[in-house]
């Protein structure tokens, strides 16, 4: 269900920015015969499952905003979800965060020991072999290993995701930035999503920590296209302008 008409004018233009973004990384990369995960994944050997890449993440210490790229096996993902190659998982640090952002309170929470440990996870990107993103996808806090903040915390982070770094590729950082530009009302919908469904399950195990529980992964998932986004993007702002 699309939220695009109820979207401010000025929201439409910075997904329109961001998809126009998104395109010119796609050209950039079509030159070299390359896509997306193909150039991330480009000198860095020989592709394990479960691995990161690329080694030690890619971490903008300017924005605190970070991310890597890896694959589970495929029974782990293709049977419940549909098959990917892998997918991305995007985080905000808390050196990127007001100081008015602060953790949610939750069963056996442990503070980190380090003063920017405590990250959260804003959206894994699910890519098909061809290197195109398919699903966007919410995590339980295990999977990550994340610091959990509520979903109203999160979606007030997502203009701070940021990687402004030419390395190790510069159409990729450019393009997981505008990814969560182009596709802000889905992002903001599927955290808002994870939060329900952490509270159905705690309510259907009280006393249990669910946010434990490795047999609860995913918390919400939506099939995405970047042509359809954009198409959908210029027809609420043409509608907006009649």
Not at 22 to 34: D, F, H, P, T
Not at 137 to 156: D, L, P
Not at 183 to 191: G, I, K
């Amino acid at each position: 269900m699309s939220q695009l008409p109820e979207l401010s004018v000025d929201r439409l233009k910075a997904m329109a920015a961001a998809g126009d973004q998104i395109l010119e990384c796609y050209r950039i990369l079509q030159k070299s015969n390359a896509n997306v995960v193909g150039e991330l994944l480009r000198g860095q050997g020989e592709f394990f499952e479960w691995d990161h890449y690329p080694a030690g993440d890619v971490y903008d210490s300017e924005t605190h905003a970070q991310y890597y790229y890896h694959a589970h096996p495929p029974e782990d993902r293709a049977l419940k979800w549909g098959e990917e190659h892998g997918h991305f998982h995007t985080f905000l640090r808390p050196k990127g965060m007001p100081a008015n952002i602060k953790p949610a309170k939750i069963p056996e929470y442990e503070k980190p020991k380090g003063d920017n440990d405590s990250l959260t996870h804003f959206i894994g990107i699910s890519m098909n072999r061809a290197g195109f993103p398919i699903r966007l996808f919410t995590t339980n806090r295990w999977v990550t290993g994340e610091v959990w903040y509520t979903a109203e915390s999160v979606i007030s982070l997502i203009d701070r995701f940021e990687i402004d770094l030419a390395i190790p590729s510069w159409p990729v950082n450019i393009w997981v930035t505008n990814m969560l530009q182009l596709f802000r009302p889905q992002v903001e919908t599927l955290l808002i999503e994870r939060d329900a469904r952490i509270a159905e399950w705690q309510q259907e195990l009280p006393g249990e920590n669910v946010y434990e529980d490795r047999k609860r992964d995913i918390t919400s998932i939506a099939v995405i296209s970047v042509e359809d986004q954009i198409k959908d993007v210029n027809r609420a702002l043409k509608k907006a302008a009649a």
